[in-house]
């Protein structure tokens, strides 16, 4: 047995860009010797801070930090009740914590530990919208002439924008959208791009859940002729049946799983090759232990795996991913958000961004630090953002 004990776990919350962040600090009994993890809920950031710092670190302290699969196995059930976004994304936190810690220890690259690079680098697509088709076309210009080969195309946001609501009197506030003006314009859009942009560039499209199921089955249909690279989470979790009518109708390759929190969803999925590419969110399933196991899921069903990548995932979780996607052989594509001034004087060691690849440094652990001081100058807000609070003409609230 180590030595080595878990001397403190602690949460640190910021906001450098106006985002809430959650990162997990976990020490240890050897001087200097520290990992960390990526917990981040953005819209529950408080409830997290509390899973880890009333429950997790005692729990944790005076454990052995290199025993991570026990630890994540007996943290796991240690509430009972388990899964869910908010004792996942903490279980996380720590977790990742481990890993990083592991690796320091070991002077190694997390990527080592899991058994070596099957690759220098991550492809990214990077994320593209306009106000109108236009602007969409010179924004996906724009990341063609940096190098970017995968480009997501949304117009007007998540659902769409500029359609004409009638709602009831006295409808309550919130994002409205008019979720058949939205999947009519989809493929009108895909027309005007691929005339403007040719085949050379993968594109990929997020319907977000927004429409009803049998329209998710139309619109994978009429987007056959646009060859998209996947389409992504054109159902919702509770809907995961419908996944069947789509394949048997349709060939566009469909990416699922950013609100996925436990195998029960994705594995009927993965192991009746219903979708193409598995996209969770690495901290909302509970860290970089089960996403290892699930990428050899999904690689024994010809599964590839593009990570959720936005910027309501912390560096520490952007490096966690790419650790995972070199490691991977059957890895497909990273969304990438892209990393700020700020973000990279907070968070030194990101990784770095060039010619549409994104590289993991290679320091031990996952390369990445935090300055605390610096991380305090950026509060987090607790107010709720308005894209969650959905609905469609007539006042009904629906799935963001």
């Known amino acids: 047995m180590s030595s080595i004990t878990i001397r403190d776990v602690k949460t640190i919350l910021t906001a450098p860009e106006g985002i809430n962040l959650v990162v997990v600090k976990v020490e240890t009994s050897e001087p200097g010797l520290y990992g960390l993890g990526c917990a981040t809920f953005t819209q529950r950031y408080l409830t997290v ?27 796991m059930v240690s509430s009972y009740w388990r899964n869910g976004p908010v004792l996942n994304n903490a279980l996380s936190g720590v977790d990742m914590a481990l890993w990083d810690i592991k690796g320091k220890l070991a002077g190694m690259p997390v990527y080592q530990l899991l058994g070596g690079k099957c690759r220098e680098a991550a492809a990214v697509y990077r994320h593209a919208d306009g106000r109108d088709v236009q602007e969409l076309v010179e924004n996906v210009q724009f ?3 940096q190098g970017v080969r995968y480009i997501r195309c949304q117009y007007g ?45 993968e594109l990929i499209h997020d319907v977000h859940e927004r429409v009803a199921p049998i329209e998710a089955v139309r619109l994978a249909k009429q987007l056959e002729p ?5 389409l992504e989470d054109p159902l ?42 598995i996209r969770v969110h690495i901290s909302q399933i509970g860290g970089l232990t089960p996403a290892k196991k699930l990428a050899s899921l999904c690689e024994a069903f010809s599964v590839r ?54 590289y993991p440094n290679d320091q031990p652990g996952f390369g990445i630090d935090i300055d605390e001081e610096k991380a305090a100058k950026y509060p987090c807000s607790n107010e709720l953002p308005r894209w969650t609070l959905a609905r469609i003409p007539d006042g009904t609230s629906v799935r963001p």
């Open 49 to 75: 801070k509390t899973a880890v710092d009333e429950y997790l670190k005692p729990f944790l302290l005076g454990k052995d930090p290199l025993q991570i699969e026990d630890i994540w196995q007996s943290a």
């Open 305 to 358: 795996t593009a990570w959720h990548g936005p910027g309501d995932v912390s560096p520490v979780g952007h490096a966690a991913n790419i650790h995972l996607d070199v490691n991977s052989p059957n890895f497909g594509i990273q969304e990438w958000y892209g990393f700020s001034n700020i973000i990279q004087e907070v968070f030194p060691g990101c990784p770095e961004l060039r010619d549409g690849y994104v």
């Open 236 to 277: 919702a979790p509770e809907q995961i049946e419908w996944f069947q009518m789509i394949r048997q109708q349709s060939s566009t390759p469909i990416a699922m799983g950013e609100l996925f929190n436990n195998p029960r969803e994705w594995t009927p999925l993965i192991v009746n090759g219903l979708i193409d590419f």
């Open 226 to 230: 646009y060859r998209l690279f996947f």
């Open 157 to 201: 946001g998540y659902g769409g924008q500029n359609h004409k609501i009638q709602s009831p009197e006295n409808a309550q506030p919130g994002a409205y959208y008019d979720p058949d003006a939205y999947v009519r314009s989809v493929p009108k859009m895909f027309d005007y791009v691929r005339d403007k942009v040719g085949y050379e560039i």
């Open 143 to 145: 990341f063609k002439e």
